[in-house]
């Protein structure tokens, strides 16, 4: 084993880093780092377990490109640059062609962000993959999720539910022939809204990043802010294909909406912000209105006018239950 | 599985927390803080997996204690003064119990080094633990692995091979009898030298904890420095149990002093310095000279002026090998 994490660290430590404010990389005790004294910093970690949030079988670009995708989110959410990056990795073995395609998946994305690699660790041990992101911010900003005011229109960015229902494809549940490779690029390389993020910083009053649903997260913000919210189900944004499912009668709205409103791993933004500011801002993604903030703790999903009844997904009931 | 994971939220989210750098703490999608702006950061990480670090069995509250030191051991290697802490969790399942005496014992050590828990994840799935932490130290200082010069004295701090004997212990390589329980102290609550670290930072030339073993860690210093050492192994820092076993027949020198510069897990600080420099600081630990930096690219271990052969232990013969 000693020898292939050898390699990871000639992989890890080879690739070239250009960032000043980097005293000391990898290869000592800590990194040494020099933050900006007028910004403030943002730091966010997130896990992946094989098993739970990928399969073993999964391509190691896309968990690559994921593990760093997921934090990078958080960082987006809170309207943060991006800066550096710690990566644990425990590996129940380590093939050199495995590795070299994680690097290959994991660098495209932080060369992306100009970010650098700091440090981090390797373990023997069933496969996950921890991510530390730090990431700068004007002192007095950042987007938290208590900062939603009644009447604030809610957006998010692209759209909602491909991730889910690629996943549901690939365990069985619903059958997206030729479609499938559509839905997973949304599941296996998710976009951070990291641009948006920092375009919306000074404008948003509230965001959060959709990894658990955008119910569960619109929920968090709900939550903190203290206030609830109306969502109109035929703003929901549909990716093409998505409304394709609908169109050729593969599922109903219904279902699909459900996808959108409940299902994990889309990494879009959600957010809150005065009536029509939004439309001016120079935003690099889709970025729909969806509902209102309202006064009153309550939340509605509309259609069409009428209370939507939801359906049999747990988590959704579940959710609307609780409120 | 939600709701203890809401239960494990409630034990980190509801711990009190007083540093005035920490802007925004646990609970949105990034922590925010502000950095002093006349220090560097030091920031590192380190990952506890299940099976591999820890026993399945191991009591809880040592787990949640050496989860933080052996990140905090990198601080203190550094110099650093620990300051924030991010924790990654991840539980095949999470009972009330094992969490509320892991937060005990990780909590405990946090409080003394007036540190803050500033975020985190929480998984399901094969259990490991993977901390962040983040230091200050002035700029321009941090204790490198590539600063030895020949000449210089180097030191360890506490005892070598105590941890190390534990775990032959534990495995039933030796027999330790009824002082296995001080052994196994040394494994379980590892003591990070982050007080020593401070006092040494503007001394010593160079620095690193001992978390492979004496060998490893001094080749790594070495190896970055470009120099050679001789290590008088009489002067290798015994406990008075390692001690004891040897007067009584237990175990040969020989065999005490493989695991005293092989063993992993000690933790404590291994460093070079400008001889007779370290006599007149004020270290609040045991801090012996154990050998000298040399010019020549070599590395020698005399006992009583001879060259020592070594013995059995598999690491040991390799590095001597290797050199």
């Not at 993959?129 to 208590?146: A, E």
């Not at 009447?151 to 499938?180: F, M, P, R």
């Not at 699909?256 to 957010?271: P, R, S």
């Given at each position: 084993?000693?020898?292939?994490?050898?390699?990871?660290?000639?992989?890890?430590?080879?690739?070239?880093?250009?960032?000043?404010?980097?005293?000391?990389?990898?290869?000592?005790?800590?990194?040494?780092?020099?933050?900006?004294?007028?910004?403030?910093?943002?730091?966010?970690?997130?896990?992946l377990?094989?098993?739970?949030?990928?399969?073993?079988?999964?391509?190691?670009?896309a968990i690559?490109h994921k593990a760093?995708a997921v934090?990078?989110?958080?960082?987006?959410?809170?309207?943060?640059?991006?800066?550096?990056?710690?990566?644990?990795?425990?590996?129940?073995?380590?093939?050199?062609?495995?590795?070299?395609?994680?690097?290959?998946?994991?660098?495209?994305?932080?060369?992306?962000?100009?970010?650098?690699?700091?440090?981090?660790?390797?373990?023997?041990?069933?496969?996950?993959?921890?991510?530390?992101?730090?990431?700068?911010?004007?002192?007095?900003?950042?987007?938290?999720?208590?900062?939603?005011?009644?009447?604030?229109?809610?957006?998010?960015?692209?759209?909602?539910?491909?991730?889910?229902?690629?996943?549901?494809?690939?365990?069985?549940?619903?059958?997206?022939?030729?479609?499938?490779?559509?839905?997973?690029?949304?599941?296996d390389?998710p976009?951070?809204?990291?641009?948006?993020?920092?375009?919306?910083?000074?404008?948003?009053?509230?965001?959060?990043?959709?990894?658990?649903?955008?119910?569960?997260?619109?929920?968090?913000?709900?939550?903190?802010?203290?206030?609830?919210?109306?969502?109109?189900?035929?703003?929901?944004?549909?990716?093409?294909?998505?409304?394709?499912?609908?169109?050729?009668?593969?599922?109903?709205?219904?279902?699909?909406?459900?996808?959108?409103?409940?299902?994990?791993?889309?990494?879009?933004?959600?957010?809150?912000?005065?009536?029509?500011?939004?439309?001016?801002?120079?935003?690099?993604?889709?970025?729909?209105?969806?509902?209102?903030?309202?006064?009153?703790?309550?939340?509605?999903?509309?259609?069409?006018?009428?209370?939507?009844?939801?359906?049999?997904?747990?988590?959704?009931?579940?959710?609307?239950?609780?409120?």
């Amino acid at each position: 084993m000693t020898s292939e994490f050898n390699l990871i660290q000639q992989y890890f430590q080879s690739h070239p880093q250009t960032r000043e404010d980097v005293v000391l990389g990898i290869g000592d005790d800590c990194a040494l780092l020099s933050s900006p004294s007028d910004q403030q910093l943002a730091m966010s970690t997130d896990t992946l377990v094989e098993g739970v949030h990928y399969y073993p079988n999964a391509d190691p670009h896309a968990i690559g490109h994921k593990a760093l995708a997921v934090s990078l989110s958080d960082l987006a959410a809170m309207g943060a640059t991006p800066a550096w990056v710690m990566l644990s990795l425990t590996l129940d073995q380590a093939k050199e062609e495995w590795i070299k395609a994680f690097c290959e998946g994991f660098f495209a994305l932080l060369d992306q962000h100009h970010m650098t690699l700091i440090g981090g660790n390797m373990s023997s041990g069933p496969s996950s993959i921890t991510t530390q992101v730090t990431g700068f911010l004007p002192k007095g900003s950042g987007m938290r999720r208590s900062g939603a005011r009644p009447g604030d229109h809610i957006y998010v960015t692209g759209y909602l539910g491909d991730a889910a229902l690629a996943l549901a494809g690939l365990k069985g549940q619903v059958n997206l022939s030729e479609q499938l490779s559509i839905f997973q690029k949304a599941l296996d390389y998710p976009v951070p809204r990291v641009k948006a993020g920092l375009n919306l910083r000074d404008v948003a009053h509230a965001a959060i990043d959709i990894s658990d649903g955008l119910i569960a997260d619109l929920g968090h913000i709900l939550e903190q802010s203290g206030v609830g919210a109306t969502i109109k189900l035929e703003h929901i944004p549909l990716s093409q294909a998505a409304q394709h499912l609908i169109a050729s009668h593969q599922l109903t709205f219904e279902e699909v909406i459900q996808y959108a409103l409940t299902g994990g791993d889309d990494y879009e933004l959600c957010f809150t912000a005065p009536p029509s500011i939004v439309e001016s801002l120079e935003i690099d993604c889709l970025c729909t209105r969806i509902g209102v903030i309202e006064t009153a703790e309550s939340f509605r999903l509309l259609l069409k006018g009428e209370a939507f009844q939801g359906g049999s997904r747990r988590g959704f009931e579940h959710f609307v239950r609780s409120y």
